[in-house]
């Protein structure tokens, strides 16, 4: 049996990840015998794939659209907070031959809002609501998060209510006071909250500018838009020029990534800005 340790990350299509440069950059400055590949897998193929990763002696492998959903029906174990977000984006193959699964957005989300906002997040954002655009599946991820960090209550903000109303429902039982609130709204929600985190697509190159009035938002509430292209988008740039702390979408695609390359390769890999530039860098190829 080879003494390289693989791992990888499965989507349709893939070739635009930036998974492969960011463990590849780990992977070297630890100087660890491993390999991580992009794998194009079609939706219909993804059984198959995930079975080969036992016979062909891989650790593990991240998942990508749009195959997040459909491996929780695919791994021996999923655990608690894949299962409240409804997706998994890492699996990890046991020494024991269990595949299990996890979902480590929510982790990436608030490890990244830590690095740049640490004292305003060990506060609990001044104990002030938190505000969430979308209902997506990063609104899910965010929602988990921030419930288990301990916010105690939280706007979601959504053009479709009824969606944001189900959202809540994933974290009913624990304590936190969930808020669905339409589109039209989203400028007064703002009111008096202590953060305020973007997860729609809304300011992304080629999608629409996102459309908000920040004149309510409090100056020391933290922005967070999860968009990392462009990597400062015009809430950011907004949020900047009024002096609230903004924090970019790119550390999230970093630190959600930690987890899994720690249960791949045995390393809790550092997240810092030789990394991020590297990471810029094959992005603008």
Do not use: C
């Not at 390769?265 to 992005?283: N, T």
């Amino acid at each position: 049996m080879s003494d390289v340790l693989r791992a990888g990350v499965m989507g349709w299509p893939v070739a635009h990840s930036l998974s492969p440069v960011l463990h590849g950059h780990w992977l070297k400055r630890y100087g660890i015998a491993g390999t991580y590949e992009a794998f194009p897998v079609q939706p219909d193929e993804l059984p198959a794939a995930v079975n080969r990763l036992r016979d062909e002696g891989f650790r593990g492998t991240n998942l990508t659209v749009p195959h997040k959903e459909a491996a929780m029906a695919l791994v021996d174990r999923i655990d608690d907070t894949a299962r409240r977000i409804g997706a998994v984006n890492t699996l990890v193959l046991q020494d024991d031959g269990i595949l299990s699964g996890t979902n480590t957005d929510a982790y990436g989300l608030i490890e990244n809002i830590r690095a740049f906002a640490p004292d305003q997040l060990a506060a609990k954002f001044g104990d002030r609501p938190v505000v969430i655009l979308g209902a997506g599946g990063a609104a899910r991820a965010a929602l988990v998060g921030l419930a288990d960090i301990g916010a105690r209550k939280i706007r979601i903000v959504n053009r479709t209510v009824a969606r944001a109303e189900a959202l809540a429902e994933i974290v009913a039982d624990q304590e936190v006071d969930v808020h669905a609130m339409g589109w039209n709204e989203r400028a007064n929600a703002l009111g008096d909250a202590g953060l305020l985190v973007n997860t729609t697509t809304l300011g992304m190159q080629g999608q629409a500018p996102l459309d908000l009035d920040l004149g309510a938002l409090p100056e020391a509430a933290v922005v967070n838009d999860i968009v990392y292209a462009p990597l400062e988008t015009g809430l950011l740039a907004a949020a900047r020029q009024r002096g609230n702390p903004a924090v970019d979408g790119l550390g999230m695609l970093l630190h959600q990534a930690r987890a899994g390359f720690r249960a791949w390769f045995g390393v809790d890999p550092a997240v810092d800005e030789e990394l991020r530039q590297a990471v810029l860098a094959a992005r603008a190829q």
